[in-house]
Protein backbone atom coordinates (compact mmCIF):
# COMPACT_ATOMS: atom_id res chain seq x y z
CA UNK A 1 0.00 0.00 0.00
CA UNK A 2 1.58 3.99 -0.83
CA UNK A 3 4.61 5.41 0.64
CA UNK A 4 4.15 2.10 -0.21
CA UNK A 5 5.36 -0.98 -0.81
CA UNK A 6 8.28 -0.74 -2.94
CA UNK A 7 11.40 1.87 -3.11
CA UNK A 8 9.01 4.85 -4.04
CA UNK A 9 8.63 7.89 -2.42
CA UNK A 10 5.20 8.20 -2.90
CA UNK A 11 4.28 4.48 -3.48
CA UNK A 12 0.90 2.99 -4.26
CA UNK A 13 -1.21 1.46 -1.92
CA UNK A 14 -3.02 0.09 -3.88
CA UNK A 15 -2.23 -2.20 -2.10
CA UNK A 16 -1.27 -3.34 0.56
CA UNK A 17 -3.69 -6.22 0.48
CA UNK A 18 -6.46 -4.93 -0.57
CA UNK A 19 -6.14 -2.90 -2.70
CA UNK A 20 -6.33 -3.49 -6.00
CA UNK A 21 -9.46 -3.27 -3.88
CA UNK A 22 -8.68 -0.31 -3.19
CA UNK A 23 -6.48 1.02 -4.96
CA UNK A 24 -10.17 2.53 -5.93
CA UNK A 25 -12.16 4.47 -4.10
CA UNK A 26 -13.25 7.93 -5.99
CA UNK A 27 -13.13 9.11 -9.73
CA UNK A 28 -11.02 12.23 -10.83
CA UNK A 29 -11.46 14.18 -13.75
CA UNK A 30 -9.32 14.23 -17.23
CA UNK A 31 -7.02 16.90 -15.85
CA UNK A 32 -3.65 15.71 -14.91
CA UNK A 33 -1.17 18.51 -14.45
CA UNK A 34 -1.05 21.78 -12.21
CA UNK A 35 1.60 23.23 -14.26
CA UNK A 36 2.28 24.14 -17.82
CA UNK A 37 4.21 20.94 -18.24
CA UNK A 38 0.97 19.46 -17.96
CA UNK A 39 -0.72 20.46 -21.43
CA UNK A 40 -0.26 21.00 -25.04
CA UNK A 41 0.81 18.81 -28.13
CA UNK A 42 2.33 15.67 -26.03
CA UNK A 43 -0.12 15.51 -23.88
CA UNK A 44 -3.31 15.23 -26.42
CA UNK A 45 -1.07 12.53 -28.14
CA UNK A 46 -0.69 10.87 -25.17
CA UNK A 47 -4.43 10.94 -23.98
CA UNK A 48 -5.98 10.91 -27.70
CA UNK A 49 -8.23 7.76 -28.67
CA UNK A 50 -7.16 4.60 -28.86
CA UNK A 51 -4.57 4.30 -31.82
CA UNK A 52 -5.02 0.47 -31.79
CA UNK A 53 -8.78 1.07 -32.82
CA UNK A 54 -9.53 -0.88 -36.41
CA UNK A 55 -6.80 -3.24 -35.87
CA UNK A 56 -6.69 -6.90 -35.92
CA UNK A 57 -4.45 -7.91 -33.24
CA UNK A 58 -1.98 -10.68 -33.69
CA UNK A 59 -1.71 -13.73 -31.41
CA UNK A 60 1.72 -14.79 -30.68
CA UNK A 61 5.11 -12.72 -29.09
CA UNK A 62 6.01 -11.44 -25.42
CA UNK A 63 6.64 -8.32 -23.77
CA UNK A 64 9.33 -7.35 -20.97
CA UNK A 65 7.48 -5.40 -18.44
CA UNK A 66 9.12 -3.70 -16.02
CA UNK A 67 7.81 -3.00 -12.26
CA UNK A 68 9.35 -0.57 -9.52
CA UNK A 69 8.95 -3.34 -6.81
CA UNK A 70 8.04 -6.26 -5.70
CA UNK A 71 5.89 -7.00 -2.51
CA UNK A 72 4.09 -10.30 -3.12
CA UNK A 73 5.18 -13.78 -1.93
CA UNK A 74 3.73 -15.78 -1.32
CA UNK A 75 1.16 -15.43 -4.34
CA UNK A 76 -1.73 -17.17 -2.69
CA UNK A 77 -4.65 -14.33 -2.64
CA UNK A 78 -5.30 -14.18 1.02
CA UNK A 79 -2.02 -14.10 1.95
CA UNK A 80 -0.09 -11.36 -0.17
CA UNK A 81 0.87 -8.22 0.41
CA UNK A 82 0.10 -6.40 -2.63
CA UNK A 83 1.07 -3.04 -4.02
CA UNK A 84 0.44 -1.90 -7.66
CA UNK A 85 2.87 -3.96 -9.06
CA UNK A 86 2.13 -7.21 -8.03
CA UNK A 87 -1.55 -6.56 -8.67
CA UNK A 88 -0.18 -5.19 -12.32
CA UNK A 89 1.52 -8.98 -12.58
CA UNK A 90 -0.81 -11.48 -10.25
CA UNK A 91 -3.42 -10.16 -12.18
CA UNK A 92 -2.69 -12.11 -15.27
CA UNK A 93 -2.92 -15.07 -13.71
CA UNK A 94 -6.40 -14.50 -11.41
CA UNK A 95 -9.43 -13.47 -12.55
CA UNK A 96 -11.31 -10.83 -10.00
CA UNK A 97 -14.98 -11.78 -9.56
CA UNK A 98 -16.06 -8.50 -10.53
CA UNK A 99 -14.04 -6.12 -13.18
CA UNK A 100 -14.92 -2.04 -13.26
CA UNK A 101 -16.53 -1.50 -16.41
CA UNK A 102 -16.38 1.69 -18.29
CA UNK A 103 -19.88 3.12 -16.28
CA UNK A 104 -17.16 3.31 -13.40
CA UNK A 105 -19.81 0.54 -11.66
CA UNK A 106 -18.63 -2.98 -11.11
CA UNK A 107 -19.43 -5.71 -13.67
CA UNK A 108 -19.80 -9.48 -13.06
CA UNK A 109 -16.35 -10.91 -14.44
CA UNK A 110 -15.60 -14.24 -13.28
CA UNK A 111 -19.10 -14.76 -11.89
CA UNK A 112 -22.05 -14.73 -14.11
CA UNK A 113 -23.94 -12.49 -11.42
CA UNK A 114 -23.98 -10.62 -8.40
CA UNK A 115 -27.35 -9.97 -6.52
CA UNK A 116 -28.56 -8.31 -3.49
CA UNK A 117 -31.88 -8.46 -1.54
CA UNK A 118 -33.91 -5.90 -1.41
CA UNK A 119 -32.14 -4.47 1.84
CA UNK A 120 -28.77 -5.34 0.62
CA UNK A 121 -27.58 -7.66 3.43
CA UNK A 122 -27.45 -11.00 1.58
CA UNK A 123 -25.43 -11.15 -1.63
CA UNK A 124 -26.00 -14.43 -4.04
CA UNK A 125 -23.09 -14.86 -6.07
CA UNK A 126 -23.55 -17.20 -9.03
CA UNK A 127 -20.48 -18.71 -10.61
CA UNK A 128 -19.50 -18.52 -14.31
CA UNK A 129 -20.20 -22.31 -15.58
CA UNK A 130 -17.68 -23.68 -17.92
CA UNK A 131 -14.67 -21.65 -16.59
CA UNK A 132 -11.85 -24.01 -15.23
CA UNK A 133 -8.64 -23.00 -13.25
CA UNK A 134 -5.20 -23.52 -15.10
CA UNK A 135 -5.24 -27.21 -13.00
CA UNK A 136 -8.69 -28.19 -14.85
CA UNK A 137 -10.45 -27.45 -11.16
CA UNK A 138 -13.70 -26.22 -12.14
CA UNK A 139 -14.39 -22.67 -10.55
CA UNK A 140 -18.09 -23.36 -9.00
CA UNK A 141 -19.57 -22.92 -5.70
CA UNK A 142 -17.37 -24.95 -3.84
CA UNK A 143 -14.76 -22.53 -4.80
CA UNK A 144 -16.56 -19.72 -3.92
CA UNK A 145 -17.00 -21.23 -0.58
CA UNK A 146 -13.55 -21.68 -0.30
CA UNK A 147 -12.48 -18.41 -1.63
CA UNK A 148 -14.50 -16.41 1.11
CA UNK A 149 -13.30 -18.68 4.46
CA UNK A 150 -10.04 -17.70 3.70
CA UNK A 151 -10.48 -14.10 2.93
CA UNK A 152 -12.72 -13.95 6.12
CA UNK A 153 -9.99 -15.76 7.88
CA UNK A 154 -6.92 -14.13 6.76
CA UNK A 155 -5.37 -11.43 9.25
CA UNK A 156 -5.02 -8.76 6.69
CA UNK A 157 -7.24 -9.14 3.83
CA UNK A 158 -10.17 -9.93 6.26
CA UNK A 159 -10.12 -6.75 7.82
CA UNK A 160 -11.88 -5.67 4.88
CA UNK A 161 -15.04 -8.16 4.65
CA UNK A 162 -15.77 -8.23 8.57
CA UNK A 163 -19.47 -6.90 7.44
CA UNK A 164 -20.16 -10.89 6.14
CA UNK A 165 -21.26 -12.62 9.02
CA UNK A 166 -21.91 -15.64 6.94
CA UNK A 167 -21.62 -17.96 3.93
CA UNK A 168 -23.69 -20.90 2.44
CA UNK A 169 -23.70 -22.99 -0.62
CA UNK A 170 -27.33 -22.76 -2.00
CA UNK A 171 -26.65 -24.95 -5.23
CA UNK A 172 -23.15 -26.42 -7.46
CA UNK A 173 -22.79 -22.31 -8.79
CA UNK A 174 -24.54 -20.76 -5.79
CA UNK A 175 -23.69 -19.21 -2.80
CA UNK A 176 -25.41 -16.77 -0.68
CA UNK A 177 -23.09 -14.20 1.98
CA UNK A 178 -24.89 -12.63 4.63
CA UNK A 179 -24.38 -9.29 5.63
CA UNK A 180 -23.92 -7.85 9.66
CA UNK A 181 -25.39 -4.44 7.86
CA UNK A 182 -26.36 -3.24 4.41
CA UNK A 183 -23.71 -3.38 2.16
CA UNK A 184 -24.36 -1.88 -1.09
CA UNK A 185 -21.40 -0.73 -2.66
CA UNK A 186 -20.19 -5.12 -2.14
CA UNK A 187 -18.95 -5.71 -5.51
CA UNK A 188 -16.35 -2.86 -5.67
CA UNK A 189 -14.75 -4.71 -3.07
CA UNK A 190 -14.52 -8.14 -5.58
CA UNK A 191 -12.95 -5.81 -8.35
CA UNK A 192 -9.13 -6.03 -6.27
CA UNK A 193 -7.82 -8.74 -3.60
CA UNK A 194 -10.75 -9.40 -1.91
CA UNK A 195 -11.97 -11.09 -5.61
CA UNK A 196 -8.96 -12.66 -6.71
CA UNK A 197 -9.82 -16.50 -7.00
CA UNK A 198 -7.04 -19.25 -6.66
CA UNK A 199 -7.54 -23.19 -7.62
CA UNK A 200 -8.88 -24.41 -4.55
CA UNK A 201 -7.27 -27.47 -5.38
CA UNK A 202 -3.73 -25.53 -5.67
CA UNK A 203 -4.66 -24.18 -2.11
CA UNK A 204 -5.26 -27.17 -0.37
CA UNK A 205 -1.58 -28.30 -1.94
CA UNK A 206 -0.17 -25.33 -0.48
CA UNK A 207 -1.25 -26.33 3.09
CA UNK A 208 -0.18 -29.73 2.70
CA UNK A 209 3.10 -29.07 1.62
CA UNK A 210 3.02 -30.62 -1.50
CA UNK A 211 2.57 -27.47 -3.61
CA UNK A 212 4.64 -24.26 -3.59
CA UNK A 213 2.66 -20.75 -2.56
CA UNK A 214 4.87 -18.73 -5.15
CA UNK A 215 3.81 -20.92 -8.25
CA UNK A 216 0.52 -19.39 -8.19
CA UNK A 217 -3.10 -21.16 -10.14
CA UNK A 218 -5.61 -18.69 -11.10
CA UNK A 219 -8.01 -18.95 -14.04
CA UNK A 220 -6.96 -15.84 -15.39
CA UNK A 221 -5.47 -15.59 -19.32
CA UNK A 222 -2.19 -16.30 -18.53
CA UNK A 223 -0.41 -19.42 -16.54
CA UNK A 224 2.39 -19.08 -14.30
CA UNK A 225 5.85 -20.48 -15.91
CA UNK A 226 8.73 -19.59 -13.20
CA UNK A 227 9.55 -16.85 -10.82
CA UNK A 228 12.95 -15.60 -9.45
CA UNK A 229 12.25 -13.40 -5.86
CA UNK A 230 12.86 -10.00 -6.97
CA UNK A 231 13.81 -10.54 -10.41
CA UNK A 232 11.29 -11.70 -13.12
CA UNK A 233 8.28 -13.21 -12.84
CA UNK A 234 7.12 -14.85 -15.83
CA UNK A 235 3.53 -16.15 -17.41
CA UNK A 236 2.32 -17.64 -20.86
CA UNK A 237 -0.77 -17.90 -22.54
CA UNK A 238 -3.57 -19.83 -21.12
CA UNK A 239 -4.89 -21.60 -24.16
CA UNK A 240 -7.81 -22.59 -22.58
CA UNK A 241 -8.89 -19.19 -21.57
CA UNK A 242 -12.63 -18.60 -21.38
CA UNK A 243 -12.84 -14.88 -22.87
CA UNK A 244 -13.04 -13.66 -26.07
CA UNK A 245 -12.79 -10.40 -27.41
CA UNK A 246 -15.59 -7.89 -30.05
CA UNK A 247 -14.62 -10.39 -32.54
CA UNK A 248 -15.44 -13.48 -31.30
CA UNK A 249 -11.37 -14.17 -30.58
CA UNK A 250 -10.09 -15.87 -28.12
CA UNK A 251 -8.03 -13.79 -25.81
CA UNK A 252 -5.39 -13.07 -24.39
CA UNK A 253 -3.22 -12.77 -27.60
CA UNK A 254 0.59 -12.48 -26.59
CA UNK A 255 2.73 -16.00 -25.94
CA UNK A 256 4.20 -14.39 -22.78
CA UNK A 257 4.72 -11.57 -20.51
CA UNK A 258 7.88 -11.21 -18.10
CA UNK A 259 7.95 -8.82 -15.49
CA UNK A 260 11.07 -7.32 -13.89
CA UNK A 261 12.35 -5.58 -11.37
CA UNK A 262 13.55 -1.93 -11.62
CA UNK A 263 13.26 0.22 -8.86
CA UNK A 264 14.50 3.54 -10.12
CA UNK A 265 12.33 5.47 -12.34
CA UNK A 266 14.99 7.20 -14.59
CA UNK A 267 16.81 2.74 -14.93
CA UNK A 268 13.33 2.07 -15.81
CA UNK A 269 13.31 5.05 -18.47
CA UNK A 270 16.58 4.19 -19.84
CA UNK A 271 16.29 0.16 -20.39
CA UNK A 272 12.60 1.69 -22.00
CA UNK A 273 14.82 3.45 -24.87
CA UNK A 274 17.21 1.54 -24.95
CA UNK A 275 14.97 -1.87 -25.89
CA UNK A 276 15.87 -3.62 -22.89
CA UNK A 277 12.51 -3.71 -21.78
CA UNK A 278 9.06 -3.21 -23.85
CA UNK A 279 6.81 -1.16 -21.59
CA UNK A 280 6.87 -0.15 -17.79
CA UNK A 281 4.62 2.37 -15.48
CA UNK A 282 5.52 5.62 -13.40
CA UNK A 283 4.12 8.62 -11.61
CA UNK A 284 7.12 10.43 -11.39
CA UNK A 285 6.74 13.98 -12.92
CA UNK A 286 10.16 14.17 -14.27
CA UNK A 287 10.20 11.00 -16.13
CA UNK A 288 6.70 12.13 -17.60
CA UNK A 289 8.44 14.92 -18.72
CA UNK A 290 11.49 13.37 -19.88
CA UNK A 291 9.24 10.32 -21.70
CA UNK A 292 7.17 13.30 -23.67
CA UNK A 293 9.95 14.20 -25.51
CA UNK A 294 10.59 10.68 -26.39
CA UNK A 295 6.84 10.38 -27.65
CA UNK A 296 7.36 13.67 -29.68
CA UNK A 297 10.14 12.57 -31.40
CA UNK A 298 8.35 9.55 -32.36
CA UNK A 299 10.47 6.52 -30.57
CA UNK A 300 7.98 5.86 -27.86
CA UNK A 301 3.91 5.68 -26.96
CA UNK A 302 2.77 6.75 -24.14
CA UNK A 303 -0.61 6.73 -21.98
CA UNK A 304 -1.15 9.33 -19.71
CA UNK A 305 -4.20 7.86 -17.49
CA UNK A 306 -5.53 10.90 -15.80
CA UNK A 307 -9.38 10.07 -15.48
CA UNK A 308 -8.65 8.38 -12.05
CA UNK A 309 -5.21 10.62 -10.11
CA UNK A 310 -4.66 9.23 -6.06
CA UNK A 311 -3.46 11.41 -3.60
CA UNK A 312 0.08 11.44 -2.46
CA UNK A 313 0.79 12.69 0.86
CA UNK A 314 2.63 12.65 4.08
CA UNK A 315 0.70 9.45 6.78
CA UNK A 316 0.87 9.99 10.08
CA UNK A 317 0.37 8.02 12.73
CA UNK A 318 -1.93 9.48 14.96
CA UNK A 319 -1.85 7.35 17.52
CA UNK A 320 1.82 7.13 17.85
CA UNK A 321 3.13 6.60 21.60
CA UNK A 322 4.42 9.78 23.27
CA UNK A 323 4.57 11.36 19.68
CA UNK A 324 4.10 14.96 18.93
CA UNK A 325 2.62 13.64 16.06
CA UNK A 326 -0.53 12.60 17.90
CA UNK A 327 -1.47 16.27 18.92
CA UNK A 328 -3.33 17.97 16.53
CA UNK A 329 -1.61 21.26 16.95
CA UNK A 330 1.96 19.90 15.61
CA UNK A 331 0.05 17.98 12.36
CA UNK A 332 -1.57 21.56 12.33
CA UNK A 333 1.91 23.24 12.23
CA UNK A 334 3.55 20.40 9.70
CA UNK A 335 0.81 21.75 7.72
CA UNK A 336 0.93 25.15 7.37
CA UNK A 337 4.98 25.02 7.31
CA UNK A 338 4.56 23.04 3.97
CA UNK A 339 5.02 25.44 0.89
CA UNK A 340 3.16 23.21 -1.70
CA UNK A 341 3.82 24.90 -4.79
CA UNK A 342 7.46 24.99 -3.94
CA UNK A 343 7.35 21.21 -3.55
CA UNK A 344 5.69 20.54 -6.08
CA UNK A 345 7.65 22.40 -8.51
CA UNK A 346 10.70 21.36 -7.33
CA UNK A 347 9.75 17.87 -6.79
CA UNK A 348 7.17 16.67 -9.50
CA UNK A 349 7.97 19.31 -12.13
CA UNK A 350 4.65 20.81 -11.79
CA UNK A 351 2.88 17.75 -13.94
CA UNK A 352 0.60 17.08 -11.13
CA UNK A 353 -2.20 18.90 -9.13
CA UNK A 354 -1.34 19.74 -5.38
CA UNK A 355 -4.05 17.91 -3.49
CA UNK A 356 -5.93 19.34 -0.47
CA UNK A 357 -7.86 16.02 0.34
CA UNK A 358 -8.12 12.24 -0.61
CA UNK A 359 -11.08 13.30 -2.72
CA UNK A 360 -9.85 13.64 -6.41
CA UNK A 361 -11.69 16.22 -8.32
CA UNK A 362 -14.82 14.62 -10.09
CA UNK A 363 -15.35 12.32 -7.29
CA UNK A 364 -18.25 12.57 -4.54
CA UNK A 365 -16.72 13.85 -1.90
CA UNK A 366 -14.57 16.57 -3.92
CA UNK A 367 -14.29 20.40 -2.98
CA UNK A 368 -12.39 23.15 -3.90
CA UNK A 369 -11.83 24.24 -0.39
CA UNK A 370 -11.45 21.25 2.59
CA UNK A 371 -10.36 24.45 4.69
CA UNK A 372 -6.94 22.56 4.72
CA UNK A 373 -3.90 24.78 5.95
CA UNK A 374 -2.06 26.82 3.57
CA UNK A 375 1.33 27.98 4.40
CA UNK A 376 1.36 29.94 6.83
CA UNK A 377 4.81 30.32 9.08
CA UNK A 378 4.01 32.43 11.68
CA UNK A 379 1.30 30.23 12.25
CA UNK A 380 2.62 27.06 12.41
CA UNK A 381 5.57 28.51 14.85
CA UNK A 382 2.74 29.95 17.31
CA UNK A 383 1.18 26.22 17.30
CA UNK A 384 4.21 24.60 17.86
CA UNK A 385 5.33 26.91 21.24
CA UNK A 386 1.92 26.53 22.46
CA UNK A 387 2.57 23.10 22.37
CA UNK A 388 5.94 22.53 24.24
CA UNK A 389 4.81 25.07 26.75
CA UNK A 390 1.51 23.08 27.46
CA UNK A 391 3.60 19.77 27.24
CA UNK A 392 6.71 21.31 28.95
CA UNK A 393 9.36 20.33 26.60
CA UNK A 394 12.05 22.24 25.11
CA UNK A 395 12.04 20.70 21.54
CA UNK A 396 9.90 18.99 19.30
CA UNK A 397 11.68 15.85 17.44
CA UNK A 398 9.82 13.37 15.26
CA UNK A 399 10.67 11.16 12.65
CA UNK A 400 10.13 10.67 8.93
CA UNK A 401 10.50 7.15 7.58
CA UNK A 402 11.41 6.58 3.90
CA UNK A 403 12.81 4.07 1.73
CA UNK A 404 16.13 3.41 0.29
CA UNK A 405 15.75 5.56 -2.84
CA UNK A 406 17.67 8.69 -3.19
CA UNK A 407 14.99 10.47 -5.03
CA UNK A 408 13.24 9.46 -2.09
CA UNK A 409 15.54 11.11 0.36
CA UNK A 410 15.24 14.07 -1.56
CA UNK A 411 12.12 15.04 -1.29
CA UNK A 412 11.64 14.07 2.38
CA UNK A 413 14.91 16.17 3.23
CA UNK A 414 12.56 19.13 1.48
CA UNK A 415 10.01 18.84 3.93
CA UNK A 416 12.05 17.98 6.83
CA UNK A 417 13.86 21.72 6.17
CA UNK A 418 10.59 23.45 5.68
CA UNK A 419 9.58 22.01 8.79
CA UNK A 420 12.49 22.80 10.57
CA UNK A 421 12.13 26.42 9.83
CA UNK A 422 9.11 26.78 12.56
CA UNK A 423 10.79 24.57 14.99
CA UNK A 424 10.08 21.01 14.37
CA UNK A 425 13.35 18.68 14.54
CA UNK A 426 12.91 16.06 11.82
CA UNK A 427 15.16 12.80 12.00
CA UNK A 428 14.79 11.14 8.39
CA UNK A 429 14.71 7.19 9.08
CA UNK A 430 15.13 4.85 5.42
CA UNK A 431 14.09 1.06 5.09
CA UNK A 432 14.31 -1.75 2.99
CA UNK A 433 11.31 -1.80 1.64
CA UNK A 434 9.77 -5.34 3.36
CA UNK A 435 10.92 -3.71 6.66
CA UNK A 436 9.11 -0.31 5.55
CA UNK A 437 5.81 -1.71 4.92
CA UNK A 438 5.74 -4.26 8.03
CA UNK A 439 6.46 -0.92 10.32
CA UNK A 440 3.51 0.32 8.61
CA UNK A 441 1.29 -2.84 9.29
CA UNK A 442 2.50 -2.77 13.02
CA UNK A 443 1.94 1.24 13.54
CA UNK A 444 6.40 1.69 14.15
CA UNK A 445 6.45 5.09 12.43
CA UNK A 446 5.62 8.63 12.88
CA UNK A 447 5.14 9.89 9.74
CA UNK A 448 5.57 8.43 6.06
CA UNK A 449 5.16 9.12 2.39
CA UNK A 450 1.75 7.00 0.87
CA UNK A 451 -0.15 7.43 -1.77
CA UNK A 452 -3.90 5.96 -2.26
CA UNK A 453 -7.32 7.06 -2.82
CA UNK A 454 -7.63 6.98 -6.32
CA UNK A 455 -10.32 4.62 -7.70
CA UNK A 456 -14.83 4.89 -7.47
CA UNK A 457 -16.11 4.03 -4.85
CA UNK A 458 -15.44 6.26 -1.16
CA UNK A 459 -16.85 3.15 0.72
CA UNK A 460 -13.50 1.29 -0.51
CA UNK A 461 -11.81 3.87 1.90
CA UNK A 462 -13.34 2.27 4.64
CA UNK A 463 -10.55 -0.24 5.47
CA UNK A 464 -8.10 2.93 5.64
CA UNK A 465 -10.06 5.17 7.90
CA UNK A 466 -12.44 3.18 9.89
CA UNK A 467 -12.09 3.11 14.02
CA UNK A 468 -12.67 -0.85 13.09
CA UNK A 469 -9.34 -1.51 11.76
CA UNK A 470 -7.21 0.82 13.61
CA UNK A 471 -5.93 -1.45 15.90
CA UNK A 472 -3.27 -1.17 18.59
CA UNK A 473 0.19 -0.67 18.24
CA UNK A 474 1.79 -3.18 17.20
CA UNK A 475 -0.87 -5.56 15.77
CA UNK A 476 -1.53 -5.83 12.16
CA UNK A 477 -3.47 -3.19 11.07
CA UNK A 478 -4.30 -1.17 7.45
CA UNK A 479 -5.34 1.57 9.07
CA UNK A 480 -2.03 2.82 9.11
CA UNK A 481 -2.90 6.31 10.73
CA UNK A 482 -4.69 4.42 13.42
CA UNK A 483 -7.59 6.65 12.81
CA UNK A 484 -10.48 6.89 15.69
CA UNK A 485 -13.19 9.09 14.47
CA UNK A 486 -16.57 9.11 15.08
CA UNK A 487 -17.62 11.22 12.35
CA UNK A 488 -15.79 9.73 10.03
CA UNK A 489 -16.89 6.56 11.04
CA UNK A 490 -20.82 7.31 10.99
CA UNK A 491 -20.27 8.95 7.47
CA UNK A 492 -18.48 5.90 6.50
CA UNK A 493 -21.38 3.35 7.59
CA UNK A 494 -24.06 6.23 5.80
CA UNK A 495 -21.44 5.79 2.34
CA UNK A 496 -21.91 1.83 2.71
CA UNK A 497 -25.63 1.14 3.46
CA UNK A 498 -27.40 4.15 1.22
CA UNK A 499 -28.08 4.21 -2.24
CA UNK A 500 -28.55 7.69 -2.66
CA UNK A 501 -26.06 9.48 -4.28
CA UNK A 502 -26.36 12.71 -3.22
CA UNK A 503 -26.22 11.21 0.88
CA UNK A 504 -23.31 9.68 -0.71
CA UNK A 505 -21.67 12.88 -1.70
CA UNK A 506 -22.74 14.67 1.45
CA UNK A 507 -20.89 11.95 3.71
CA UNK A 508 -17.75 12.09 1.62
CA UNK A 509 -17.51 15.76 1.76
CA UNK A 510 -18.13 15.66 5.88
CA UNK A 511 -15.34 12.96 5.53
CA UNK A 512 -13.00 15.44 3.46
CA UNK A 513 -14.12 18.41 5.94
CA UNK A 514 -13.24 16.28 8.83
CA UNK A 515 -9.20 15.36 7.53
CA UNK A 516 -8.69 18.67 6.93
CA UNK A 517 -9.95 19.84 10.43
CA UNK A 518 -8.24 17.20 12.18
CA UNK A 519 -5.08 16.98 9.47
CA UNK A 520 -4.72 13.00 9.54
CA UNK A 521 -2.35 13.23 6.69
CA UNK A 522 -0.64 16.13 4.83
CA UNK A 523 -1.70 16.73 1.61
CA UNK A 524 0.76 16.85 -1.94
CA UNK A 525 -0.78 15.92 -4.97
CA UNK A 526 -3.34 14.19 -7.07
CA UNK A 527 -0.96 11.62 -9.34
CA UNK A 528 -1.51 9.84 -12.33
CA UNK A 529 -0.04 6.94 -13.70
CA UNK A 530 1.33 6.46 -16.87
CA UNK A 531 2.08 3.76 -19.09
CA UNK A 532 5.47 4.29 -21.85
CA UNK A 533 5.78 1.51 -23.96
CA UNK A 534 7.66 0.45 -27.40
CA UNK A 535 6.13 1.05 -30.65
CA UNK A 536 5.84 -2.29 -31.15
CA UNK A 537 3.03 -2.96 -28.28
CA UNK A 538 -0.21 -2.12 -29.17
CA UNK A 539 -3.73 -2.32 -27.10
CA UNK A 540 -2.21 -0.81 -24.51
CA UNK A 541 -5.27 2.17 -24.77
CA UNK A 542 -7.77 -0.36 -25.67
CA UNK A 543 -10.78 -1.24 -23.39
CA UNK A 544 -10.82 -5.27 -22.23
CA UNK A 545 -14.15 -6.54 -23.45
CA UNK A 546 -16.10 -7.72 -20.47
CA UNK A 547 -18.41 -10.90 -20.61
CA UNK A 548 -21.19 -8.87 -20.82
CA UNK A 549 -20.25 -6.86 -23.79
CA UNK A 550 -19.53 -3.81 -21.69
CA UNK A 551 -15.85 -1.82 -22.10
CA UNK A 552 -13.87 -1.55 -19.15
CA UNK A 553 -12.68 1.35 -17.71
CA UNK A 554 -9.19 1.79 -18.02
CA UNK A 555 -8.59 4.02 -14.80
CA UNK A 556 -5.18 4.91 -12.75
CA UNK A 557 -5.77 3.31 -9.99
CA UNK A 558 -9.07 1.71 -9.62
CA UNK A 559 -8.18 -0.78 -12.42
CA UNK A 560 -4.95 -1.92 -10.64
CA UNK A 561 -1.86 -0.73 -12.55
CA UNK A 562 -3.77 0.92 -14.85
CA UNK A 563 -4.39 -1.09 -17.71
CA UNK A 564 -5.23 -4.91 -18.66
CA UNK A 565 -3.04 -6.74 -20.25
CA UNK A 566 -4.76 -9.49 -21.37
CA UNK A 567 -5.31 -7.84 -24.35
CA UNK A 568 -2.30 -6.43 -25.89
CA UNK A 569 -0.79 -7.87 -29.09
CA UNK A 570 2.83 -6.62 -30.73
CA UNK A 571 3.93 -6.73 -33.96
CA UNK A 572 7.56 -6.62 -35.70
CA UNK A 573 7.09 -3.12 -37.24
CA UNK A 574 8.04 -0.87 -33.91
Excluded at 23 to 35: E, F, I, R, V, Y
Excluded at 228 to 245: E, I, M
Excluded at 438 to 452: K, P, Q, Y
Excluded at 517 to 537: C, G, T
Amino acid sequence: MSGDTSRRWWQVVAVLAVFGLLAASCGGDDSGGGGDEASGDTTEVAEGGDPDEGEMPQYGGSVVFAREAETASPWTPASMTCDLSCHQAIRTVYDSMTYLGEDDRPHPYLLESIEPNEDFTVWTLTAREGVEFHDGTPFDADAIMDHFERMRASFLVGRSLLNIEDQAKVDDVTVELTMGTPWVTFPYYLMGQPGYVASPTWLAAVDAGTADATEPVGSGPFQYESYQTGSSFVVVRNDNYWLSDVDGNQYPYLDEIEFIVQEEDLTRERALISGEIDMTHTDKGESVISLREQVDAGDLAMYEITDAPASTYALINNAAPDSPVSDVRIRQAMAYATDQDLRNQSRTGGVFEIANGPFTPGSPGYLEDTGFPELDQEKARELVEEYKADEGVDEVKIRFDTTADPDNRATVELLQQMWSEVGIDVEIAQFEQGEFITNALNGDFEVFTWRGHGGTSPDTERVWWHSETALPIGEIALNFGRIEDDVIDENLQTIRETEDQAAVTEASEAINRRFAEQVYNIWSDWVFWSIPHKLRVHGVKTPLLLPDGTPSAIRSIGAVGGISLTQLWVDDAG
